[in-house]
């Protein structure tokens, strides 16, 4: 629980962050589809080094988590279905103005009718898991 | 005092939602990522012995306490300290959203379209109900969204998370380019 509590404030921080950075905001997320401010790029082009340079020094030194484990590297694999999944997240994203974390934070803010679009995020989700078997794209394995 | 409500330029922001990538492994190697929390929420709730939803999800329950806090983080961000001030979008953007009926009385959302009548018209459901599925539906589907493509798998130098990024943010310039507006006008 105590971890569980750890994780809780980890992502108040980063839906602090998100929420102060606009990055959650309906109008930042048109603003920079349309390439009319440096904002948002401006966030994904700190943010990225930011954690790539983090990495590479948890490596470097060896670091080891809070329980004394090796710290191991993410691995991303690919299949075709992050292309078609992504082009439809894309429009979702350019809809809503929110990816799934922006989704939680703009109901934090007090937007409270984006829980509907919350449910509707789990619907697709669903869907996504009843429909698979039919999808090309490969089927990611977990 | 005053500090608290404003909004942080990008080059605070960034480099603090960067930091959750490390922060996160070196707590009990986790992966930055919110799209699973839904996958997470399915399987608890309606797995329908559907292999994707078929795991103990328990184990993942970390995942769900992050989500919370990122629902506290906008609470605390968006409501508690929320900024009294409209957005600071460029003049050109501002333009296009007037051209709409759109004006920034807010930081976060317009209230004009995402409100609870809206919701029950065609263009409220294009906007949060068909928007939303897509983004669960493609997210999973590229088992991946902002945070866990674009912040940690490119932090991670992953090439698969790099045709991610480039996909959604391909998807979301032509849409807003070429859809939403006539969206907007409904």
């Known amino acids: 629980m105590k971890k569980n509590i750890g994780y809780l404030l980890a992502g108040l921080v980063f839906g602090l962050a998100l929420t102060k950075g606009e990055a959650i905001s309906w109008y930042r997320i048109q603003e920079m589809f349309r390439f009319e401010s440096f904002h948002m790029f401006g966030i994904f082009m700190t943010a990225i080094p930011v954690g790539a340079i983090s990495i590479f020094f948890l490596k470097k030194f060896d670091v080891k988590t809070v329980e004394g484990e090796p710290i191991e590297k993410p ?15 894309g429009f979702g994203w350019a809809l809503t103005g929110a990816c799934p974390g922006p989704l939680y934070s703009q109901i934090g803010s ?12 789990l619907a697709g989700t669903w869907v996504f898991g009843r429909v698979q078997h039919l999808l090309p794209g490969g089927q990611p394995k977990s | 005092m005053e500090l608290l409500y404003k909004s942080w330029p990008w080059y605070v922001a960034g480099p603090v939602i ?7 492994m070196w707590m009990g190697n986790k992966r930055l990522g919110i799209s699973s929390s839904l996958r997470h929420i399915c399987a608890a709730c309606v797995p329908a012995n559907i292999p994707l939803f078929k795991y103990n999800w328990r184990k ?3 995942s769900l306490f992050f989500a919370g806090g990122l629902l506290l983080g906008g609470f605390v961000g968006g ?20 051209s709409f009926g759109i004006h920034q009385k807010s930081a976060l959302m317009p209230e004009e379209i995402f409100n609870w009548q809206t919701l029950f018209s065609v263009k409220g459901f294009l906007l949060m109900i068909v ?13 991946g969204c902002t945070s866990g493509h ?5 932090s991670a130098l ?7 990024t480039c996909s959604f943010f391909l998807g979301g310039i032509l849409f807003s380019h070429f859809i939403l507006p006539y969206i907007l006008a409904l």
């Open chain 2, 60 to 62: 993942e329950i970390w």
């Open chain 2, 79 to 98: 409501w508690v300290f929320a900024n009294p001030e409209p957005v600071a979008i460029s003049a050109k953007t501002s333009e296009y959203f007037s």
């Open chain 2, 158 to 164: 992953q090439w698969p998370s790099l045709v991610a």
């Open chain 1, 75 to 89: 691995k991303k694999d690919f299949h075709p279905g992050i292309i078609i999944g992504s082009l439809i997240f």
């Open chain 2, 18 to 24: 960067g930091l959750t990538v490390p922060l996160l």
């Open chain 1, 110 to 121: 007090g937007s409270l009718v984006t829980i509907a679009t919350l449910l509707s995020a």
């Open chain 2, 131 to 143: 928007g939303g599925f897509m983004v669960g539906f493609g997210t999973r589907y590229a088992q």
């Open chain 2, 150 to 154: 674009g912040i940690l798998g490119l």
